[in-house]
């Protein structure tokens, strides 16, 4: 059972256009939203966060937005760079974390 | 500065011997994870812990054992590898409330 699903698998965008990353899950007691971005032949690093009782939070370009009635968010990218091309995990923490399947993003100077 | 150190970074093994993963953390973070990440899969749980001598089972815990014999280190083990266990392996520590874990780089093991 797939507790966290993110759509697309691989996703590509133009330098400069706005990229957006989904994210759906379905335990309700699941609390804080970490966004994970791994580099070929790195472990993941932790990107951007939320928890449950906010609805946006914003870092420099990168901006999750949060809808917790139906249990979906989502990572949006802007005025992506060619630097931003990395696999992207959406994560979802209660007792324990659980991570979903990742979206590739490749950004095309 | 916070870290996870994974030994080895690459190890190619021969089916049915004994592989030792090991994990080191400078964090004094009380829990620590295994896991490992397959296309298609993205970062699975083998075993995680929540201190010194504790060990639990994650959800793909099946042909791992797992020992954490100090708050520093946690060790993933594979008594009888097979070719299936040929993944690429992340340790990762992380405080009690189980937030954002900090992962190590990761060790890439092929069974032949």
């Known amino acids: 059972q797939q507790q966290v699903r993110q759509s697309p698998q691989s996703l590509t965008v133009w330098e400069g256009e706005t990229a957006i990353l989904n994210c759906s899950y379905e335990?309700?007691?699941?609390?804080?939203f970490p966004w994970y971005q791994q580099f070929p032949g790195e472990g993941p690093a932790l990107l951007i966060s939320?928890?449950?009782?906010?609805d946006k939070k914003e870092d420099g370009r990168f901006t999750i937005f949060f809808n917790k009635r139906e249990k979906k968010l989502s990572l949006h990218i802007t005025d992506s760079q060619p630097g931003d091309s990395a696999t992207y995990f959406c994560a979802a923490s209660g007792e324990k974390i659980t991570f979903g399947a990742g979206t590739k993003l490749t950004i095309k100077p | 500065e916070a870290a996870v150190t994974q030994s080895p970074r690459n190890k190619v093994a021969v089916t049915g011997g004994k592989v030792t993963l090991s994990c080191n953390q400078t964090?004094?973070?009380?829990?620590m994870y295994w896991y490992r990440q397959d296309t298609g899969h993205g970062l699975r749980l083998i075993h995680y812990s929540y201190g010194a001598g504790s060990t639990e089972k994650g959800d793909i815990p099946d042909g791992y054992k797992a020992s954490r014999p100090s708050q520093e280190n946690f060790s993933l083990i594979l008594e009888l590898a097979t070719p299936s266990q040929t993944s690429v392996y992340f340790c990762?520590?992380?405080?009690?409330?189980?937030?954002?874990?900090?992962f190590g780089e990761g060790t890439r093991l092929s069974v032949l």
């Open positions: 990762a520590s992380g405080d009690v409330n189980n937030q954002a874990p900090l």
């Open positions: 939320i928890r449950s009782v906010s």
């Open positions: 964090n004094n973070h009380n829990n």
């Open positions: 335990d309700s007691t699941f609390n804080y």
